[in-house]
């Protein structure tokens, strides 16, 4: 994989969970466990061990009440159930997206290719214009679908389940575009990447 920082806060620690894609910690912390009832997991400890799992990228976009574009890059995106054909990702209770993207009912999950590393890091800040500059065009459930994306899932908002210092957001699928063949763009460790078979 070749890689990039991510998007950080102003201490250089990755927001996970609020909007953007990070989980992690510096490596070299001892595993520590307990029982059931003993001492909390650490956090940054929990961080670094699931940062080892690497995933895609993709980002939640809606058309908000106000009629202007939201949207949060998100790494918990997953495939839920084939029939009813649902899928779900996990935004944290404190994003400021995913309250408007709720609100709309329906969004579109892009899923970024190999070379949208710079679009990620738009999506994966807090506040701001994340759409300044950025091509996209409206889908037939009327959110922003990113020019440029692997592959993209239209979704009305089915769901919402609690899910600690997150929620799990559940979307039916409404309709699926595959407009381009490109390698993924990765996230592993604190660090973008590219599929091997596609890096340079």
């Given at each position: 994989m070749s890689a990039t920082p991510p998007a950080t806060t102003a201490d250089n620690r990755p927001r996970p969970g609020r909007d953007t894609p990070a989980h992690g910690?510096?490596?070299?912390?001892a595993a520590s466990t307990g029982p059931a009832d003993g001492p909390a997991v650490d956090p940054a400890l929990m961080r670094q061990v699931m940062s080892s799992f690497c995933t895609g990228v993709a980002v939640v976009t809606a058309t908000g009440d106000d009629?202007?574009?939201?949207?949060m890059a998100v790494q918990s995106f997953a495939s839920l159930s084939l029939d009813p054909p649902l899928v779900?990702?996990?935004p944290a209770r404190t994003s400021t997206s995913?309250?408007?993207?709720?609100?709309?009912?329906?969004?579109?999950?892009n899923i970024l290719a190999e070379d949208q590393t710079a679009l990620s890091r738009s999506f994966a800040v807090s506040g701001g214009d994340k759409f300044a500059g950025?091509?996209?065009?409206?889908?037939?459930?009327?959110?922003?679908?990113?020019?440029?994306?692997?592959a993209i899932v239209e979704c009305a908002v089915e769901s919402e389940l609690p899910g600690g210092d997150h929620t799990i957001a559940v979307g039916r699928v409404t309709a699926l575009h595959r407009p381009r063949e490109a390698g993924p763009?990765?996230?592993?460790?604190?660090?973008?990447?590219?599929y091997g078979a596609h890096a340079a």
């Open positions: 910690a510096a490596p070299g912390s009629g202007e574009p939201a949207g779900c990702f996990a995913w309250p408007r993207i709720r609100a709309a009912g329906r969004f579109a999950v950025v091509a996209w065009h409206p889908g037939g459930n009327g959110a922003p679908l990113l020019d440029g994306a692997l763009l990765l996230y592993f460790r604190r660090t973008y990447g590219v």
